[in-house]
Every structure is written in C-alpha cells, then in structure tokens.
C-alpha cells in the first residue's frame, strides 16, 4: 500500500471513530445498562410525606420508582426529569434536578427510572415536589442540581419493558394539585384569539402562551425562547393538547414537551354566548335619604319571570353636568332573579343599621350608588348601549324634573321596560324644591324608603 493510500486510510478511521463517540440528538442513542436489582421501595406520596415544611437531604437507605414523561429533546425542559408512579391513572408526579444535557437519550419517556434516594435533598416549589441536589443562598437551602459526576449513581434504569405513557384525560375547569408533575391532555382547547399570529416564544425568553377551551376557561402554556419550537407558528386551530401539569403563582400552567403535543386539526369554536341584553333590567329606585346621606341605595329590578345575568353590564354615573362617565360598578358577577331586585349600598355597615338587612351589592362613596340628588344614572348593557336611565346626561338636576337631592326617585308600578331616554313620566321623585312636577317632600330613613318591594 503506498503512502498516500495509507493516509487516506487514516483520516477516514479517525473521522469515523470521531463521529461514532459523540452523543446528540442526530445520533443513536448511547447505550445504557438497565437495573434490575430487588429493591424495596417507597412510593412518591411516601416520599412526599417526609417533607416537612423546609428543604432536607434523605439520610436513609430509600429508593423510590417512576416513569419519564419529560423530554428534553425539544429544548422545553432544562435539567430536569419529570416522573409520575403509573404509565397511566397515575396518582403522585414529582421531578428531579440534574445537571444532564440531552437526558432524552438515557431516559426516554415512558421509561421506568429508579431512584436511589440517599444523600438527595427533598423540597416544594409552587406545590410542586421535587429532588435533587442542593443550592444554598444567603444560608437559605433549596433543592438545585444533582451533579452530573454522581447522576447515575442515583439514577437507574429499570429492567421493565418500556410501554409508553398514557396521559390522563383533563379539563381545565377540574384542574388540581393532584395532578401536578403527571402527564395530561386536554380535548377541545385553542390558542386564544388575541395571540394568533404569534411565535411560541420569544427568542431566548421564557414565554407564556395561553390555552382556552370552548367555555372560555384559561390555562397557561409555557415555552422556553431556547426550544427549537421557539420561533414556529402557534397554531389557528383546535385539538388537544398534551403536557405536564405545573403551577407557579397559584396558576397552572402546561409544559408540552414539542409541538407534537399539539394536535390542532379541528374548526375552532364558535364564540360562547353568555352576555345577553334585556328590556326588562331596569332602575327602580334611587335613594338619598334627607336625614342619612349613609342610607342611599340604588335599586334594579328585573320585571321579567326569568333570572337574567348581569355580565357585561355597569351601572354608571355623571356628576351634576358631566357629559363624560364620574363612575361605574360592574355587575359581571350579578345576576338577577325573576322578578328579583338588586340592591346596591355605598354604605353597607350603615344600610344594614337602617334598613336590617344586607345589600346585594357593596360599593364604595362617590359611586353610582352614593349620589346626592343631582347626577344622572345609566345602565349600560354588554354591547355597551344605555338601555335605562335616569336623568339628562350634561344637565345638572338641580331644579329640574329629575332632581331627587334628599329624596328619591322611584319607578311607577305599571313600568316594566326600561328606557334608554329619560321620561320623568314613568317616575315619582320627591326631593327638596318641587321643581317642574316633582313633589316636594323630602324623605327620611327607613320610613319613607322600601328597597326591595316593589
């Protein structure tokens, strides 16, 4: 063999052995001896109850199992391995720190890993558990990374064949700590509407993306600007999303492990409906007491046989000429019952003492409910259109036909819709003055006033 042969030779064995050693996702798996020593072994929920409020590190001989559903292979998890006690209806999930880049391709999901516990530190994040190693700041201890050098001598892999991982099936409105570090996934979930268009992350920046189902209700995704997702399309439609369950400030959040998790071939929902307009809300009765400014009230009443939500729908104010909103109460959380009142007090302590009982609604002074006789009040329905309204926005009510300073204004009996234009027709208002067919009557608390009978 001649010389230039002979090099030939060489390089190409040295390219080959190069290419053979290195480890990343392009490349085989390495290989990796399995475990299937007799172990005795606790459980997670046993080893979570050996927390006791703080960081500690496990001194006894205990060895605790798990199955991988975690994923670093997309970059959406950074050193660290998620576990739950069963493939699938798992009822305990943890995680541990390590330092172990590409973990994927020595703990593949679905994969039973063995966890020998001594030595390790055991803590809670966010009502999470999770072990590891230890990181001390300013003399406070907290779980942190598990040195790589030491890794696999807590880290086993089980012998047990790999059967996959069967996610529990989930919806957001029944969330709850009890699956937290498991697997789930949610049918009939989309991107919200106002972050379509958008990327998955920002580069390089942790990103909170958000899942809504057709209910409206919410639930956070999670995206790490370094996944190699990062700069895809969120997508447009809906489906069922698969990830490990988390929490941070009270909130659960979703970590999908790659964009497969997101299986988005569905037509989105349609707009859920649950704002409704009415004829039949409308206002009763305004009081401001001559004798207790502390006694004043609005009241709304719903003349229909139905119980009527109030979502979307605000009670505002104009001071005196105003042509510009003073004050509003949002009664989004109200509803209404079939000929049924609302009561709304800006006194509330005060009310009770005059009145003997609670009001529906507490607000505070200088609301809508707290006006001294000559301010015009609204009511605006969801689609922001006044439908009822008491007075004449721009003009102040002194000495006019809607003025009711230590008074009050109340709605005729046979009035059963509301009226988007003010007719002191359909109202008895007794104040101070008598101006332009009021009634000059001052009224006092509680005798003159009745809220809620009508």
Same mark, same amino acid.
């Given at each position: 063999m001649n010389?230039?042969?002979?090099?030939?030779v060489i390089i190409i064995t040295v390219i080959t052995m190069f290419f053979s050693c290195v480890k990343n996702r392009e490349f085989d798996t390495p290989e990796t001896g399995c475990s299937d020593s007799d172990f005795t072994f606790i459980s997670i929920s046993e080893l979570k109850g050996l927390y006791a409020g703080e960081t500690r590190q496990i001194h006894e001989d205990l060895v605790v199992k798990g199955y991988v559903i975690s994923s670093d292979k997309a970059g959406n998890f950074f050193n660290t391995i998620h576990f739950q006690d069963e493939s699938k209806n798992p009822t305990e999930g943890m995680q541990i720190e390590l330092e172990l880049r590409?973990?994927?391709?020595?703990?593949?999901v679905g994969q039973q890993i063995i966890i020998k516990l001594k030595g390790l530190y055991l803590g809670q994040s966010n009502e999470?558990?999770?072990i590891g190693g230890v990181f001390t700041s300013f003399g406070n201890r907290s779980v942190g990374r598990l040195p790589k050098n030491v890794v696999f001598d807590h880290v086993l892999i089980?012998?047990?064949?790999?059967?996959?991982?069967e996610p529990t099936s989930a919806v957001i409105s029944e969330l709850s700590n009890a699956m937290l570090n498991t697997l789930i996934v949610i049918n009939n979930v989309e991107i919200k509407q106002e972050e379509l268009g958008e990327t998955f992350a920002i580069k390089e920046e942790e990103t909170i993306r958000t899942l809504v189902d057709c209910f409206d209700n919410e639930l956070m995704m999670v995206n790490s600007g370094y996944a190699d997702f990062q700069s895809k399309i969120l997508p447009d439609k809906k489906g069922t999303a698969t990830g490990l369950l988390t929490k941070d400030n009270n909130q659960y959040q979703?970590?999908?492990?790659?964009?497969?998790?997101l299986e988005f071939e569905q037509e989105r929902c349609e707009d859920f409906i649950d704002e409704f307009t009415s004829s039949s809300i409308l206002i009763s009765e305004i009081a401001d007491p *001559?004798? %207790?400014?502390?006694a004043r009230f609005v009241e709304l009443y719903n003349a229909s046989e139905e119980s009527l939500s109030l979502k979307g729908w605000n009670l505002e104010r104009y001071t005196n000429d105003n042509i510009e909103v003073s004050s509003k109460i949002d009664l989004s959380e109200y509803e209404i019952s079939g000929r049924g009142f609302l009561i709304i007090s800006p006194n509330v302590e005060e009310f009770k003492n005059v009145y003997g009982f609670d009001p529906d609604v507490s607000v505070g002074t200088n609301s809508p409910a707290d006006s001294n006789g000559d301010d015009t009040i609204v009511l605006?329905?969801?689609f922001y259109s006044v439908v009822d309204i008491f007075g004449v926005i721009g003009e102040d009510g002194s000495s006019t036909n809607h003025e009711f300073e230590d008074g009050r204004a109340v709605r005729k009996l046979?009035?059963?819709?509301?009226?988007? *234009?003010? %007719?002191s027709a359909e109202w008895l208002i007794y104040n101070d003055t008598g101006a332009e067919g009021t009634i000059n009557q001052p009224q006092n608390a509680p005798l003159d006033f009745n809220p809620g009978v009508r």
């Amino acid at each position: 063999m001649n010389l230039s042969l002979n090099k030939y030779v060489i390089i190409i064995t040295v390219i080959t052995m190069f290419f053979s050693c290195v480890k990343n996702r392009e490349f085989d798996t390495p290989e990796t001896g399995c475990s299937d020593s007799d172990f005795t072994f606790i459980s997670i929920s046993e080893l979570k109850g050996l927390y006791a409020g703080e960081t500690r590190q496990i001194h006894e001989d205990l060895v605790v199992k798990g199955y991988v559903i975690s994923s670093d292979k997309a970059g959406n998890f950074f050193n660290t391995i998620h576990f739950q006690d069963e493939s699938k209806n798992p009822t305990e999930g943890m995680q541990i720190e390590l330092e172990l880049r590409d973990a994927h391709l020595f703990f593949d999901v679905g994969q039973q890993i063995i966890i020998k516990l001594k030595g390790l530190y055991l803590g809670q994040s966010n009502e999470g558990y999770k072990i590891g190693g230890v990181f001390t700041s300013f003399g406070n201890r907290s779980v942190g990374r598990l040195p790589k050098n030491v890794v696999f001598d807590h880290v086993l892999i089980s012998c047990e064949a790999n059967i996959g991982i069967e996610p529990t099936s989930a919806v957001i409105s029944e969330l709850s700590n009890a699956m937290l570090n498991t697997l789930i996934v949610i049918n009939n979930v989309e991107i919200k509407q106002e972050e379509l268009g958008e990327t998955f992350a920002i580069k390089e920046e942790e990103t909170i993306r958000t899942l809504v189902d057709c209910f409206d209700n919410e639930l956070m995704m999670v995206n790490s600007g370094y996944a190699d997702f990062q700069s895809k399309i969120l997508p447009d439609k809906k489906g069922t999303a698969t990830g490990l369950l988390t929490k941070d400030n009270n909130q659960y959040q979703l970590i999908i492990r790659s964009v497969n998790d997101l299986e988005f071939e569905q037509e989105r929902c349609e707009d859920f409906i649950d704002e409704f307009t009415s004829s039949s809300i409308l206002i009763s009765e305004i009081a401001d007491p *001559d004798n %207790n400014a502390g006694a004043r009230f609005v009241e709304l009443y719903n003349a229909s046989e139905e119980s009527l939500s109030l979502k979307g729908w605000n009670l505002e104010r104009y001071t005196n000429d105003n042509i510009e909103v003073s004050s509003k109460i949002d009664l989004s959380e109200y509803e209404i019952s079939g000929r049924g009142f609302l009561i709304i007090s800006p006194n509330v302590e005060e009310f009770k003492n005059v009145y003997g009982f609670d009001p529906d609604v507490s607000v505070g002074t200088n609301s809508p409910a707290d006006s001294n006789g000559d301010d015009t009040i609204v009511l605006v329905d969801p689609f922001y259109s006044v439908v009822d309204i008491f007075g004449v926005i721009g003009e102040d009510g002194s000495s006019t036909n809607h003025e009711f300073e230590d008074g009050r204004a109340v709605r005729k009996l046979e009035i059963a819709i509301n009226n988007a *234009d003010f %007719n002191s027709a359909e109202w008895l208002i007794y104040n101070d003055t008598g101006a332009e067919g009021t009634i000059n009557q001052p009224q006092n608390a509680p005798l003159d006033f009745n809220p809620g009978v009508r």
